[in-house]
């Protein structure tokens, strides 16, 4: 889903945590 720009790209955020831009996800919901 991330591959075909379905979902945000995640940003790593630590060794072994990733997280998503929290606009992105705003936006993200809006299109659903």
């Given at each position: 889903m991330?591959?075909?720009?379905?979902?945000p790209?995640?940003?790593r955020i630590?060794?072994?945590a990733i997280?998503?831009?929290y606009s992105e996800i705003?936006?993200?919901l809006?299109?659903?």
């Open positions: 991330v591959k075909s720009g379905g979902f790209k995640p940003v630590g060794k072994r997280g998503w831009k705003k936006e993200w809006k299109r659903l």
